[in-house]
């Protein structure tokens, strides 16, 4: 398929799979801060191609992963009030709260609905006038701009009775933490191309000029991650901590202008808990106040609660690059994708997911 | 009155993780099988449930018979390449198909929602009257029942199908050997996506249909022809991924898979890329793997091209002599390797 295939081609793999090699002299460990282009590595088995000097680490950038434990039950919870339709992309259904899940939620009754698009939830709202739709508003920089149209369009239309639950996060203030945090082991990062694309890439410059380390724009297909590593170790070989991109195809430096004005207008920057990592701040978008009414915590009553997290899930170490999924004590035994820990272990973007379905062995016989 | 220590508090229940039944307890992945394997199988247990195949093979006085059922709860009822009836016959039919069996006759239930316009249901029964006579199978008894408007989803059709199993003719998971080929007749994906698209009401370049048909005829080619099968699977929910996983668990052997080979049409690659879904798990209604002796590989594909359903008809795997383990492997399109696992429940579509 054009515009695919060519980006999974075996001959180029190797090739570039052979200039990394050449390239490489000494150990390196760089992080992909997306979980796209984790699963990416995983499934197609780029790292089996990498030279072993390289150790590919995996980020914070799975947003069903990092939304907090809070955020979950109050999904749950506001599902759960009769009347209310709950809308929300497919992956967040299976992310464990405290008292489990949304598919759990609409097994005992409440209507909770898979949508593509915030503006679908927004129409859901206009047939059901008489009903409070809620979307699930999860995600980095790349859904906050059309779950902002859907504001906006809510509120041009006055439709009254559609809200959002926001979780919005925001990448360079995680990739900030990470650097910051005392345990930090990530020389060099490919930072995530479809973040890029709406936000651009300045942003970044400061980051690694002040950590001293390269920053690669890079795509999701696996001959993109192969070329975004070798432009890595090439800088970390010729002690250079650049901004460099190697998804030129789809980002531009000043990224969308259209859409960050768009996540500007309806949104403004707050402090974030991220599951399993802890409050980060500045990491987060709230509504802004011309936008409140739309806030669903609000309407709910339910803003200001917050939970604690299970101490078994060590989700937060492998968000950070700490910890492998396999080097989890719990991996595969106690948390598996029927019964998850974390969020790491049920999102598709999750990196305990990717190696328990692509990497894992798994028993004889076993169902 | 029992003794008190007789007296215990757990669950009779045999699957205690879940208090109620969730959707993707019939998406063919981990939890249907869990649920299959803790509840039905062990409830049920008997011989030709052991063999965990399409449908049972069943010895009476003169010969032996196949059975199999199965119901039909799509929604919406119809998708471009067909509806609730072509699935419900072709769906058994195929199931026969796979057992090796020649159909005799199906049976055909129907539990109809108040208020279903009368003419939706002409155009289904017009459906399973047309699918049966392309496929020569009468259907031969039936039932009907209505329940409350709100209590169905408009139509649930069930079908069960009687076919005649040949004398020396045997075909199940666990006759896979090593060194065994993988043969599959087509592309994947499509019927999966094409229920997908009119459900979500999503819209791509080009209209996917679905890849509904009846598998009697390539199947019977390979037979008859001579070919050397030892098993045969159609591909439904869980797709290519999970009936090569399910065969080779039962069979207790590895299976690896070469990426390349899996034909996936462009407009339904566009749309699983676009969604998050692996083709690989998506389901369809056409499509089947013969795992056939290696020494007859190179025949069953040239019979499989001389039929209408398996022109397209490819190599995509092998059963590996020196590894053993009920485990599927994949070779992928740059060259590395990875395990294909089963699903957990059903593929969500993902967020970014």
């Not at chain 2, 039944?21 to 008997?46: D, P, S, T």
Request: proline share 7%.
């Amino acid at each position: 398929m054009r515009f695919i295939h060519e980006y999974r081609d075996a001959r180029a793999a190797r090739r570039l799979a052979a200039a990394i090699a050449r390239t490489t002299t000494c150990p390196w460990t760089i992080m992909e801060v997306c979980g796209g282009q984790t699963h990416t590595i995983v499934k197609f088995g780029v790292d089996e191609l990498l030279p072993p000097q390289i150790t590919l680490v995996h980020g914070p950038g799975c947003p069903v992963c990092v939304t907090p434990l809070e955020l979950i039950d109050k999904a749950v919870e506001i599902a759960s009030i009769p009347g209310v339709i709950f809308c929300s992309f497919g992956d967040m259904l299976r992310v464990p709260g405290t008292h489990g899940d949304l598919l759990a939620a609409r097994a005992r009754g409440a209507d909770v609905r898979v949508v593509y698009s915030p503006l679908d939830a927004l129409a859901v709202a206009r047939a059901h006038p008489r009903r409070q739709v809620v979307f699930f508003a999860v995600g980095f920089e790349t859904t906050a701009p059309a779950n902002a149209l859907a504001v906006v369009q809510a509120q041009r239309q006055g439709v009254r009775n559609f809200s959002l639950l926001v979780a919005h996060v925001l990448v360079p203030p995680a990739m900030e933490a990470i650097l910051a945090s005392p345990g930090n082991r990530v020389q060099g990062f490919l930072a995530a191309g479809h973040v890029c694309t709406v936000m651009g890439y300045e942003e970044y410059r400061p980051l690694a000029a002040r950590y001293g380390v390269p920053i690669v724009v890079t795509g999701f297909e696996p001959l993109d991650i192969l070329q975004g590593v070798y432009m890595c170790v090439r800088q970390l070989e010729e002690g250079r901590a650049e901004v460099e991109n190697q998804y030129v195809r789809s980002v531009r430096p000043q990224g969308n202008r259209a859409a960050r004005e768009l996540i500007a207008q309806v949104f403004c920057v707050v402090p974030r808990r991220w599951r399993g990592i802890g409050e980060i701040p500045k990491s987060g978008l709230g509504l802004q106040p011309a936008y409140a009414d739309f806030d669903a915590e609000r309407r709910f009553g339910l803003a200001g609660r917050g939970v604690e997290e299970s101490t078994e899930c060590r989700s937060g170490l492998v968000l950070q690059g700490v910890l492998k999924p396999p080097q989890c004590p719990a991996f595969g035994t106690r948390c598996t994708p029927e019964h998850p820990l974390g969020a790491t272990m049920v999102s598709s973007e999750g990196a305990c997911a990717a190696y328990y379905r692509y990497r894992r062995v798994p028993a004889q016989g076993a169902l | 009155m029992r003794d008190a220590e007789d007296f215990v508090l757990s669950c009779p229940i045999p699957i205690s993780e879940y208090p109620q039944v969730l959707l993707a307890h019939g998406g063919g992945g981990k939890l249907m099988h869990g649920l299959i394997e803790k509840m039905f199988l062990a409830a049920f247990r008997n011989p030709p449930l052991e063999v965990r195949h399409d449908g049972a093979v069943l010895q009476a006085d003169g010969g032996r018979i196949a059975l199999s059922t199965d119901s039909y709860v799509v929604r919406p009822l119809f998708f471009p390449g067909g509806d609730i009836g072509t699935l419900a016959v072709n769906g058994t039919v195929n199931d026969l198909a796979m057992c090796g069996a020649r159909p005799l006759a199906l049976g055909a239930a129907f539990i109809l929602e108040e208020g279903l316009p009368m003419e939706t249901l002409w155009r289904v029964v017009r459906s399973m009257q047309d699918a049966a006579a392309a496929a020569g199978v009468p259907i031969v008894t039936g039932d009907t029942k209505v329940v409350d408007r709100g209590k169905g989803d408009g139509l649930f059709v069930t079908t069960a199908g009687l076919g005649i199993v040949p004398p020396g003719r045997d075909i199940r998971p666990q006759r896979v050997r090593s060194g065994d080929v993988l043969l599959l007749n087509g592309d994947v994906g499509r019927h999966g996506m094409a229920v997908m698209a009119v459900r979500e009401g999503l819209s791509f370049e080009s209209e996917i249909t679905s890849d509904c048909a009846p598998l009697v005829q390539p199947v019977m080619a390979l037979l008859e022809g001579g070919v050397q099968v030892h098993c045969l699977r159609d591909l439904t929910r869980g797709g290519l991924a999970g009936a090569v996983i399910e065969i080779a668990r039962a069979a207790g052997v590895h299976v690896e898979l070469e990426e390349r080979a899996i034909p996936v049409r462009p407009d339904v690659q566009g749309a699983c890329e676009m969604l998050g879904l692996d083709p690989l798990y998506v389901a369809n209604e056409g499509r089947f793997v013969a795992f056939v002796a290696p020494q007859d590989a190179q025949r069953a594909l040239e019979i499989l091209w001389g039929t209408a359903l398996g022109a397209e008809a490819r190599i995509i795997g092998r059963v590996e002599a020196a590894r053993k383990g009920g485990l599927v492997t994949m070779t992928t399109t740059i060259g590395a390797s990875r395990v294909v696992d089963m699903l957990s429940g059903e593929q969500l579509p993902r967020i970014c």
